[in-house]
């Protein structure tokens, strides 16, 4: 069975564009939740979906956002980039929502260089 | 305010020793995962524990809800067990995240 895939694996960006990430789940899971990393800051909770909508949301700007497709794929999108959006965006996938017990699949990330 | 503490930062430790991490929260939490990361980003999820004890192989983890403490043991470490070991509380609507434990194990 697949894992979570998410494309793509490497970027650079220039501040001030914006920029879309792709999280395909592993097959039969509806929630995809989005996480980023950074040095400084650790792991991060972005935001989460479950049967296209957004259940959670973590303390980001409103330059980060998402959506979920019927298929259950997601996108994260985020504008007007800035320098310390430099990460890695890491996807996970679960049967059900983080909250019921569910065990989490995360993807190999995205790693966005902001230059 | 951190919400998840965890400690040690960093481990060394030689192939075969038993080895323990420490997570303590502050949050109310659904159930407390313990996950892994090796170089290059990708992450495992270990465990996840909402009370006792679970056991895989040779590690094991350990929550106590009333004193919000959790730990991980790995026996008999092996070099292939060196990764970051993250701690990652679930309040049900958030997941909060301590910064890792950096562990090496030397052959």
């Known amino acids: 069975k697949a894992g979570v895939t998410q494309t793509p694996r490497y970027l650079i960006k220039t501040r001030g564009q914006q920029v879309t990430l792709s999280c395909s789940p592993i097959?039969?899971?509806?929630?995809v939740s989005w996480y980023q990393q950074t040095p400084g800051q650790g792991l991060q909770f972005l935001f989460e979906y479950f049967s296209e909508t957004q259940r959670n949301k973590g303390n980001f700007p409103g330059r980060f956002s998402g959506r979920q497709f019927s298929n259950s794929r997601s996108e994260m999108n985020v504008s007007t980039l800035e320098l310390g959006d430099s990460a890695l965006y890491l996807c996970a996938s679960s049967l059900e929502p983080r909250g019921s017990g569910n065990t989490i699949y995360f993807g190999e990330g995205s790693w966005l260089t902001v230059v | 305010k951190n919400e998840v503490e965890q400690s040690p930062q960093n481990l060394t430790a030689q192939e075969g020793e038993f080895i323990t991490i420490n997570c303590s929260y502050s949050v109310g939490i659904s159930a407390l995962h313990w996950l892994q990361q090796h170089p290059g980003g990708g992450i495992v999820s270990l465990f996840m524990?909402?009370?006792g004890k679970k056991k895989h192989g040779r590690l094991i983890a350990t929550i106590n809800i009333q004193e919000k403490h959790s730990s991980l043991h790995i026996t008999a470490s092996h070099p292939r067990d060196s990764a970051v070991y993250i701690c990652a509380p679930n309040t049900g609507n958030q997941f909060y995240f301590g910064t890792g434990t950096s562990l090496t194990v030397i052959p």
């Open positions: 524990l909402s009370s």
């Open positions: 097959s039969g899971h509806r929630s």
